[in-house]
């Protein structure tokens, strides 16, 4: 099946979704902006940013905030929703298909994301699985817009098809299932294998594995020391396409108060 729907084209449309669905939204919005208010930027940044994560199907905005300040706040102790300390399946994608009332309940969002469930944008993308339909949609969108290049490139009902069917396995589902297991690796891999560069009582880790294919949310021992640095890579070779990304918003006037690592957290080594 595959092999057959792939397309260069469908290729390059999945690498860029990695980035502007996965590093954008997932890193750069649900991560950095809206947990830990790493930088500040104008409303309708924000709320792009957040639609693009929405579209990596890891649920509302508040919801995914709420679970990770979680994780901070219990890092790798009982409570914490997805320690791969348990075991590495559990904490790589085991936590999301075991019903957890501490997890799934409004109550959740009143305690850890009260700043974003107290507007009304982010509480309706939670209501009635709005953020699903919010998915569906962008996947909608793209399936036309890749019907109406194709009916202009290649004028066939069946070349048509097969080019819209390659750019929505590619570019919507292929890169979906890739987002999650990105994301999941953090809290799995991330926690297990690397080094540590600061002492935080619990078990992150700085994997470079996780940090090349996560465009720099590997370096979680780093964002564990500091967890309000808009920059996970504290050295030279720690590259991090995400904090590179909010200096471009900054350069462009996009961003603001840009917090970086505090010198006064001294490392380990």
Known sequence: MLPYFFSWTG???CGLGLYIFGTLGVNLGFHRLLTHRSFRCPRWVERTVAILG????QEGPARWVAIHRKHHQESDEQPDPHSPL???LWGHVGWLIVENLDTDSYHLLQRYSRDLASQPFYLGLEKKLRWL???IAHALAIAAAAFAVAWFTEPTPAGALKFTASIVLWGVVVRT?????ITWSVNSLSHLFGYQSFQTGENSRNNWFV???SNGEGWH???HGDQHSAAHGHRWYEFDVTYLSIRALKALGLATHVKTHDRHKEPLA
Request: with cysteine.
């Open 133 to 135: 339909w919010v998915y």
């Open 221 to 223: 021992n780093n964002h």
């Open 177 to 181: 299932v890739l987002v999650w297991h």
């Open 54 to 57: 929405v579209c990596c199907l």
């Open 211 to 213: 940090a090349l294919i």
């Open 86 to 88: 348990v075991t590495f």
């Open 11 to 13: 290729l390059i449309v």
